[in-house]
């Protein structure tokens, strides 16, 4: 396979930003470090072989953000609360309900690994930024919750799918931003999940659900799939159980009882989607051959075993502690 060395420089230059973000102790280095990111996924958008409009239109939300963080920053010594500019700002940036709508514009036209970056690494800084604040963010976090899992039935693409599950994703994070160990186990999880799952569909080739109901897979790659999916519905066992059930935990200790029902409907909503998806594909009538019923392949035997032992190990290690 031949290396891209475009790519691995603006790959680079986002791990860059990101370590900067993480490492800043002033706003214009922050600001900074989220520019670097800003200005290292426009050049990967533009790489597709048709033409789009999608970096133009990730830019001037970008632009638009950046501005307003700009404002913030400069009323920082007057009588202005800054911190709300701050963190509209960083909600628009990062594309949080309500200002998620751009994410859905763009996101049909961008490659698998774009998409992976634009729901994990970008949005580090902007969640780093919204901890610093220390701002109440529970009216953004049940919005998103909520837009994200009712928006997500009724959507054949499967980009459109993973983008609204990322901002449910994203509200319960935010749910949990005053811990900084909750939300960033929480976006080490997801990332790990989310990579999984694109994996599997870009090796594959599966842009629509009608193409996972129909298909010749063999039985293996349909039962990883299956799990991958649950896991990322949040059903226990599975590794996307256990994220959830730690926000949860925090949620009770804190009495955030209205926060916590949310939670728990939102994700019923979101495990109704994906285990309708999962049994559909697993039983409805495949036209694969027998030879390839049992047929092994190394990566869906370690996407399953990571999803299942998962949750009992992190039991077992809270247990220990």
Known sequence: MNLNLTKLLFVNSIMIGVMMAISSNNWISLWISMEI???????????????????????????????????????????????????????????????HTWILSMIESVKYYVLFILFTLIKIPGMITLSILNEQLQLWSISSMIIGAIMVINQSSIKKMLSYSSIYNLGVMMSSMNENQIWITYMIVYSLMLSMILMMIKKLKINYLNQILVNELETMTKISIWISLLSMAGLPPMMGFTIKMIVLEKMILKTEIMLALILLASSMLMMFMYMRISFLAMTLFSTSTKWKIFKKSNINIKIMITNLIFTPITITLKSLT
């Open 37 to 99: 990111g800003v200005l290292s996924v426009v050049p990967l958008m533009t790489q597709e072989k048709i033409s789009s409009d999608s970096p133009i239109k990730y830019f001037i939300i970008q632009s638009v953000s950046s501005s307003i963080m700009i404002t913030g920053m400069m009323t920082f010594v007057s009588l202005i609360n800054f911190k709300i500019l701050l963190t509209q700002a960083m909600l628009i940036k990062i594309g949080a309900a309500p200002f």
